[in-house]
């Protein structure tokens, strides 16, 4: 799995509509993850920095609308595309006016898709330059290489490595779930196997591995990077 390539979540209770989309995408190489319902959407947006949500209008329980107006009254950055059968201008402006940087109607063409998506990422890219370089402590670490430095040097780290702390990094200081982070980083689900890659960085990065100042551990769901 590329990294670097631009993460969507797709939000949608249509499980055909859910696939179709998907596999689209991913042929043109988007990284992708999915959510039936808005509750789900929440803890995946919790826990990982999407560059675009595709958000279904018409969901049970919350719905697409109501989503949307929650995550942009709380200063939500991330662009979110409406998708909707309901097609009429009222809907479209209301969808809009609540803060959805695009709207399109159902049935659409995959191409037309592509191009909105492709559109709302280039023109968000701009608005992330800043976090292009995460800092914490004498660290500076390049989101777009992978290059860690310290004090303004390289600093050797492992591919394993530097996948790992990307993941934190990216997630813009906010804890991500260990089964999150384990299922990113294509590992086995046990407290073992993500603590070694954990442990391993932080011999690495931190003064005192016992009380971590950067790889902090979040009780009762993962681990976060604090970054200034």
């Not at 968000?124 to 004090?151: H, T």
Request: hydrophobic share 40%; glycine share 4%.
């Amino acid at each position: 799995m590329k990294l670097n390539l631009p993460h969507i979540l797709i939000v949608d209770d249509d499980k055909r509509i859910l696939q179709l989309i998907n596999h689209y995408l991913i042929k043109n190489n988007f990284r992708i993850s999915t959510a039936d319902n808005a509750l789900m959407a929440r803890e995946k947006i919790e826990n990982i920095e999407f560059d675009l949500i595709v958000l279904d209008i018409m969901m049970p329980g919350e719905s697409g609308l109501k989503l949307t107006d929650s995550l942009k009254k709380n200063n939500f950055k991330t662009p979110i595309l409406l998708l909707s059968a309901l097609g009429n201008s009222d809907d479209r402006i209301k969808g809009l006016e609540i803060g959805a940087n695009d709207y399109l109607t159902k049935p659409f063409e995959p191409k037309e898709l592509l191009l909105r998506i492709k559109n709302l990422i280039q023109g968000n890219k701009y608005n992330k330059q800043k976090k292009r370089i995460v800092k914490f402590g004498p660290y500076a670490f390049n989101l777009k290489n992978e290059i860690l430095k310290k004090n303004g040097k390289i600093f050797i780290l492992t591919s394993s490595e530097a996948k790992l702390l990307y993941i934190l990094a990216k997630n813009d200081g906010k804890p991500i779930f260990r089964h999150n982070l384990s299922k990113i980083l294509n590992i086995a689900d046990t407290s073992r196997a993500l603590d070694v890659q954990i442990t391993r960085l932080r011999n690495k990065i931190e003064n005192n591995k016992k009380f971590p100042t950067y790889i902090q551990t979040v009780r009762g769901r993962g681990y976060v990077l604090k970054i200034e």
